[in-house]
């Protein structure tokens, strides 16, 4: 079974603090892993995915097979950021376009 | 192109009653997928529809629930005799070609259900 876990409901930083929301994952073989964002009263739109290795609006996320996580980070964080995170996973083969999500951080940038 | 179009964005019922979601893919979509999202927690997965096909309903209750898309109009879901539990986000989402790593699902607004 595939799982995804943020551990943080709530995550409230100063502007220009550095960011990190934390996502770990359970899933037996090698997964894809997405960051969703969702900004107040819009929908949720992918913000990054783990195979393309971009940083988009100044977040990363490395995945770690290890730890099993993928932990979006920012260094300086502005208060346009906040909105809620989502952490989601796919897996391969057959049934790769299920997405299992992670429940969300609401994560607030305080001026 | 104005994205995935959901409606009603918000409906409420009455135990009992029924409830039809409409979603409309982005243009030039055909692969559709619905998720539940209950208060407090994550998206869930429910359907994988094709034009006219149901590839993966193994998210959906097996009862009350079902899902089409048909080759004209919007994909609709729809809810028989809704019950309280059955209050949720519903989202849709759409991608050009099965979702895969290569191809991105695009996101609804969502509908937000409401059953009394």
């Known amino acids: 079974a595939q799982r995804v876990t943020q551990p943080e409901k709530l995550l409230s930083v100063f502007k220009g603090a550095p960011v990190e929301l934390k996502c770990n994952y359970s899933y037996s073989g090698s997964p894809e892993l997405f960051w969703y964002v969702q900004y107040s009263r819009q929908r949720l739109q992918l913000l990054l995915r783990h195979i393309s290795r971009e940083s988009i609006k100044g977040f990363t996320a490395d995945l770690n097979k290890g730890e099993t996580s993928f932990h979006l980070k920012k260094p300086f964080a502005q208060e346009e950021d906040s909105a809620m995170y989502y952490c989601?996973?796919?897996?391969?083969?057959?049934?790769?376009?299920?997405?299992?999500f992670g429940k969300g951080t609401l994560l607030t940038v305080n001026p | 192109n104005a994205g995935v179009m959901q409606n009603p964005r918000h409906l409420v019922r009455r135990r009992g009653q029924e409830a039809r979601l409409r979603c409309s893919p982005m243009?030039?979509?055909?692969?559709v997928y619905w998720y539940r999202q209950l208060p407090e927690e994550g998206l869930k997965f429910m359907v994988y529809l094709q034009k006219e096909n149901i590839i993966d309903e193994s998210g959906m209750p097996k009862e009350r629930f079902s899902a089409e898309f048909p080759k004209e109009g919007p994909s609709i879901l729809r809810i028989q005799q809704v019950v309280r539990g059955d209050s949720a986000a519903y989202f849709c989402?759409?991608?050009?070609?099965?979702?895969?790593?290569?191809?991105?699902?695009?996101f609804g607004p969502g509908t937000r259900l409401l059953v009394l």
């Open positions: 989402a759409s991608s050009g070609s099965q979702s895969s790593w290569g191809e991105t699902q695009y």
């Open positions: 989601a996973l796919s897996g391969r083969g057959g049934s790769n376009y299920k997405l299992t």
């Open positions: 243009k030039g979509h055909s692969h």
